[in-house]
């Protein structure tokens, strides 16, 4: 059984730009949150997406957005990046219809923003 | 609003000692509770987690925690603790398994 990855392991970016940063869930698994931690903090929710619908956002701007594909990979899109953009993005897994819905996290993608 | 409050930074504690962290809650009703284990490179481990039912939890890797509502707190606990507990410790609130709140986070380092 494969686990949660995500790709890159690491970006640098500079202000303004777009970056798109992803997330293989794993196998069986159809719901993908997406977290937010900064530098020395817990991470934030920003959004979680069941089955290819968006189901539930945190508050983060529309410029964050995001995709579930039909195999249940997701994207995660932010637009104008802003230096406070720069953390650690982690994506988790969980099978939203099963009584035990634990969410699975990948390792994470580093982004820095100049 | 949900929040969590992990009140200590960081902590040190010696190999086999005992390791008590602190978590607060705010929460409207009645919450999911969650402690999380996170290694340096590494994604967040679920140590254990609380919905109702017993108030005492066990987890995986020895930990426990104790839910007192008339507290609103969440402590993790472990007897003894091992080198390879080093790590970042989150405790989570959250209407269910998803959605979830997250404090700042507790270091612990083990000395021998």
């Known amino acids: 059984e494969t686990g949660v990855t995500q790709s890159p392991t690491h970006l640098i970016k500079t202000r303004g730009q777009q970056v798109t940063l992803r997330c293989s869930s794993q196998?069986?698994?159809?719901?993908v949150s997406w977290y937010q931690q900064a530098l020395g903090q817990g991470p934030q929710f920003i959004f979680q997406?069941?089955?290819?619908?968006?189901?539930g956002r945190g508050n983060f701007p529309p410029r964050f957005s995001g995709l579930q594909f039909p195999n249940y990979s997701s994207e995660l899109n932010v637009n104008a990046l802003e230096l406070d953009d720069s953390a650690l993005y982690l994506c988790?897994?969980?099978?939203?219809?099963?009584?035990?819905?634990?969410?699975?996290f990948g390792p994470g993608t580093r982004l820095t923003v100049l | 609003a949900q929040s969590v409050t992990q009140p200590d930074i960081h902590i040190t504690v010696s190999e086999g000692a005992s390791l008590e962290l602190r978590c607060n809650y705010s929460?409207?009703?009645?919450?999911?509770l969650f402690w999380y284990v996170q290694s340096p490179g590494q994604g967040l481990q679920l140590l254990l987690k609380?919905?109702?039912?017993?108030?005492l939890v066990q987890g995986i890797k020895g930990f426990e925690a104790e839910f007192k509502r008339s507290q609103s707190s969440f402590n993790l606990r472990k007897p003894s603790v091992h080198w390879s507990d080093a790590a970042e410790y989150f405790c989570?609130?959250?209407?269910?398994?998803?959605?979830?709140?997250f404090g700042a986070g507790t270091t612990v380092t083990v000395r021998a």
């Open positions: 609380y919905f109702s039912g017993d108030t």
């Open positions: 929460y409207g009703a009645t919450p999911y």
């Open positions: 196998s069986g698994h159809n719901t």
């Open positions: 989570a609130v959250g209407p269910n398994d998803y959605k979830l709140s």
């Open positions: 988790a897994s969980s099978e939203w219809d099963r009584a035990n819905n634990e969410q699975f």
């Open positions: 997406y069941y089955r290819e619908e968006e189901n």
